[in-house]
């Protein structure tokens, strides 16, 4: 642990705990195990194991993936470099989604699913059906594996395919999304973690908000009456995606959310009562007229 820890210390913005992760890793044990056996001793292949996984931390590579799994919303999901690592930012998002669905048996829509945590999560915490997109097809088939692990894969569909293509002509009571929105001249060099995820997990184009520019062109085809739309993106860009959703919902009833860290992380924008998302912009009414 000491050795580990030290190594670690610079490359890690939490070089004690990635150390403990990866110790428990390489001896097949619980983390608490390990805090528990201080003197135990390790066998050689151990002591290797954990070296290797020190030395790839150390130049960068995020814990999750030398893990294989990345907790999120208190599961595990198996991830690899083909997805995004959940982030806890997205858990705040993640329990608005919850809280709106309660008991129903809604139709939600993940776009951009990655791994699956958003999408896997609220088919465990509801009675919702779960669809998912992902342009990338290494992507869908982790998606795949998570739904199947938790015991939710006869509630989750999951698509390869751009944005909402792959869905084509089917309405959705909420649909949520954690499409890549970092500006790309802000996404960071070696030896930052970040350069280990997936580029197009990341990479929002010249302002963050390209994805979300073609999304919200898109989405009032796909909204049910009384829908949510719920999308994330980072606090510098929130007020612009913002205005973006009002332009695209311009009756829909939109807020600005914080995330668990009190940062401003997501859009919530509710549909007026018994009226189609769809119709709202094509039948031409004036902002605040809903007839
Ligand atoms: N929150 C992630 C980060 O800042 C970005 C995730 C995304 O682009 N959707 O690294």
Known sequence: MAEGTALLHDSSTSPRADALLLLAHAL????????????????????????????????????????????????EFLVDENVLV????????????????GNRPLRVFDVGTGSGAIACTIASETHATVHGTDISSSAVAIA?????????ADRCRFYVGDLT????????????????????????????PITYEPREALDGGPDG????????TELP??????????LEAAPPIIERLCDLTRNSLPHFTIAVCNDYAGLP?????KGPDGLLGSQSPSIGLGPGRVE
Request: proline residues 7%.
């Open 221 to 230: 085809a796909f909204l049910a009456a009384n829908a949510m739309v719920l």
């Open 28 to 75: 097949h044990r619980e983390r608490e195990w390990i805090v528990a056996h201080g003197d135990a001793t390790p066998s050689g292949e151990e002591a290797q194991a954990f070296e290797r996984l020190s030395a790839a931390r150390s130049r960068g590579v995020p814990v999750a993936y030398l893990l294989g799994s990345a907790g999120f919303y208190g599961r």
């Open 265 to 269: 992380r997501y859009i919530k924008a």
């Open 144 to 152: 795949n594996e998570n739904a199947r692990r938790l015991g939710v």
């Open 165 to 192: 293509e792959p869905v084509r002509a089917q309405r959705f009571d909420l649909i949520v999304a954690n499409l890549p929105y970092v500006p790309t001249a802000e996404i960071p060099s070696k030896p930052d």
């Open 86 to 101: 959940p982030r806890p930012e997205t858990e705040h998002l993640v329990a608005e989604a919850i809280a709106f669905i």
């Open 209 to 216: 908000l390209s994805l979300y520019r073609r999304l919200l």
